[in-house]
């Protein structure tokens, strides 16, 4: 089979590491691809969100299945317009990726089918949105409804934040229509956890939990970023709050789902709260984590095409995952000043010294290759704010976090930052209350 992955991250490296060991699989195309994915797949220059480039391509180069990385693509409804023209193509279409596109679209299904999430308002209106943050107080949660690369939600610790947070979205219009609709919740205390799932809109297949780091610095401190690190599964979910999570989440919300007709299809992400051992949804993703799948496909022992391929032709009720029992750990090494302004182009060294590592992957983001016919070695530069995926296997948190950051050692480019503690969160936690 030919395959295209659409997307440049980590994500997307992984993914087309995972796929590549498929004996269904002959030929890997990445769009646009990044320093990694030029190792393993053929890079094709078409932008994630130009899907009628992507649909032509796909048509000429008769690709037997596409694979979005991203959000994007699928909130513009790239599933609906591929599979008019009769391609395979992995992921919801245009009507369900509404669950990531929309915030208030998400929480509406979540109230129709009795999901647990923070009790919320919507505003279209900036006069009654000001009222309803002083009548609750902080801390409250401000969201821009539509996409808003991450940056749309703002946790306010009081109501001046909160209230320079719906100015910015309403009247500034610093995310545009994104910011039309405002919904304002209640700020849930607790541990956040990532739960991801294949589903042909009937079926529901798991994969383990994972913990994303989501703030720059050590101790959960500083701005957002898309993801510092994740590490699985995810300590506090103990067996008692995964069957929580598949019995009063996915499953109310995938069978919700068909008796409107509609039929979800590909990987569904929950971004989770547990408090006091009960799951809250925070938000719904249509595709697959970054950082969190890089710490999750290193463990998973089944063929990953294969599970797509079941998903898309909704025959995933014979399928049970078959996993690595040990722990693994991805650490993001980023560019100086990410999340803010950083700088491009710079030359990374010593990436070959983990070639040889044991239960050592080495997953690209932000990076590029640079043709260097001096060279038989492949030399790379930064490309973005987030350039690698450094990620282990190990039995113990602690002999993983040893092995990851020792391998990071060998790997230097000016200005490179990262976290110290990816993993800490499971040491830190007594799962044992639950
Ligand atoms: P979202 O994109 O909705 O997941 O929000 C981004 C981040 O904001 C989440 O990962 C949480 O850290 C935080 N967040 C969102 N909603 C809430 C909430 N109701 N209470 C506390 N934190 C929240
Ligand atoms: N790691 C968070 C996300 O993929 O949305």
Not at 87 to 105: M, Q, R, V, Y
Not at 160 to 182: L, N, T
Request: contains cysteine.
């Amino acid at each position: 089979m030919k395959i295209l992955i659409i997307g440049s991250g980590g994500r997307e490296h992984c993914l087309a590491w995972k796929i590549a060991q498929s004996p269904l699989v002959d030929k890997i195309y990445c769009a646009p691809g990044n320093g990694g994915t030029s190792l393993i797949a053929r890079n094709v220059d078409i932008r994630a969100t130009d899907i009628d480039s992507l649909l032509k391509f796909a048509q000429n180069e008769l690709i037997d299945l596409t694979v979005a990385g991203s959000e994007a693509p699928l909130v513009e409804g790239i599933v609906d317009k591929f599979e008019k023209n009769g391609l395979k193509i992995f992921g919801p279409k245009k009507e369900l990726a509404l669950l990531e596109g929309s915030k208030i679209f998400a929480k509406e299904v979540m109230k129709r089918y009795g999901i647990f999430t923070a009790e919320f308002e919507v505003f279209d209106n900036l006069p009654k949105a000001r009222e309803y943050i002083e009548k609750k107080g902080a801390p409250i949660v401000v969201k821009a409804d539509g996409l808003a690369a991450g940056k749309g939600v703002i946790v306010a610790k009081s109501i001046e934040e909160a209230q320079q947070a719906i100015e910015i979205i309403m009247c500034e219009r610093k995310f545009g229509a994104s910011g039309d609709r405002v919904i304002i919740e209640d700020c849930l205390q607790g541990e956040e956890v990532s739960i991801m799932v294949f589903t042909d809109g009937e079926n529901i297949v798991p994969l383990v939990s994972s913990q994303d780091h989501k703030r720059v610095f050590d101790g959960d401190r500083g701005s957002n970023t898309g993801g510092m690190g994740a590490y699985a599964p995810a300590a506090i979910v103990t067996n008692v709050v995964f069957e929580k999570i598949i019995k009063n989440i996915f499953k109310p919300l995938i069978e919700g789902l068909k008796k409107e007709g509609k039929i979800y299809k590909g990987v569904l992400y929950a971004g989770l709260m547990i408090k006091d051992g009960e799951p809250y949804v925070l938000e719904f993703n249509v595709r697959f984590g970054d950082p969190e799948i890089q710490a999750i496909l290193p463990k998973l022992n089944s063929d990953l095409m294969d599970v797509m391929l079941k998903t898309i032709d909704g025959r995933l009720e014979s399928v049970e995952l078959e996993w690595d029992e040990r722990f693994c750990l991805c650490v993001v090494l980023a560019s100086g000043g990410y999340p803010g302004n950083y700088e491009k182009g710079k030359k990374i060294t010593g990436l070959e010294k983990l070639e040889n590592m044991e239960d050592i992957f080495l997953f690209h983001a932000g990076t590029k290759q640079t043709p260097n016919s001096e060279l038989r070695t492949p030399n790379f530069v930064t490309n973005g704010g987030r350039v690698l995926n450094v990620v282990g296997l190990g039995s113990t948190i602690e002999e993983t976090q040893g092995k990851v950051y020792k391998a990071i050692e060998n790997i230097n480019f000016e200005n490179m930052h990262y976290r110290r503690d990816i993993g800490d969160k499971a040491l830190k936690c007594c799962a044992e209350k639950y």
